[in-house]
């Protein structure tokens, strides 16, 4: 729970360079201006075939923590990452 005189700090905005993951696909990372995590595919959103067959999750996971990690240390706040299964994109 926060304090009440500890004020929230916002996210920055910032985004990644696009990342190579496998099969031709290509993942950039940001925060949006309303403070969400999004990612960009190129050159289209793999479908979840793709995401099972060609995309390389290790190097998906390996380049989406390294912009969070950059995230937090601009922010001087901890990042917590939860990944779910069940969704498709295992």
Known sequence: MNSPNKKT???PRMSSDFHRVGGGFSAQ????????FDVTWSPHVPSKRDLR??????KYR?????FLARMAE???EAVLVVETTGGGHE
Do not use: Q, W, Y
């Open 53 to 58: 067959r060609k995309v390389d999750m290790d």
């Open 62 to 66: 390996a380049a989406r923590n390294a």
């Open 74 to 76: 601009a922010m001087g």
């Open 9 to 11: 700090r916002a996210l």
């Open 29 to 36: 990372f940001s925060i949006t201006s309303a403070g969400a």
